[in-house]
C-alpha cells in the first residue's frame, strides 16, 4: 500500500505543476486577471484555434487525473 501512496502523491504533485503550466497557457477570455498583465492586449480572429482547442482537452484530461489521484488518496487514507 504504500508503493500506491506514494505514486499517487508523486502524480498529484507533478500533475498538479502540469496543470497550473497549462492553465497558465491559456488566452485571457477578457476582463479579469488576465488583462491586468496584458492578455486583453491580444486581437481576436474569431472562434478558437486548433491548439487553443488541444489545450482545453489537454487541461481537462489532466485536471481528472488530479481530481482521481486525489479521491483515491482520500480512499486510502479513510480504508488502509
Same mark, same amino acid.
Not at 504533485?13 to 498538479?16: A, D, F, I, S
Given at each position: 500500500m504504500d508503493a500506491v501512496r506514494i505514486g499517487l502523491q508523486v502524480l498529484l504533485?507533478?500533475?498538479?505543476l502540469f496543470l497550473t503550466l497549462l492553465?497558465?497557457?491559456h488566452k485571457g477570455k477578457g476582463g479579469g486577471l488576465s488583462d491586468m498583465f496584458g492578455g486583453g492586449m491580444s486581437s481576436s480572429l474569431g472562434g478558437s484555434s /486548433?491548439?487553443?482547442r488541444n489545450l482545453d482537452r489537454i487541461t481537462v484530461g489532466v485536471?481528472?487525473?488530479?481530481?482521481t489521484c /486525489? /479521491?483515491?488518496l482520500g480512499v486510502?487514507?479513510?480504508f488502509a
Open positions: 504533485v507533478l500533475g498538479g492553465i497558465l497557457l /486548433v491548439a487553443e485536471a481528472v487525473v488530479w481530481f /486525489v /479521491v483515491g486510502l487514507e479513510r
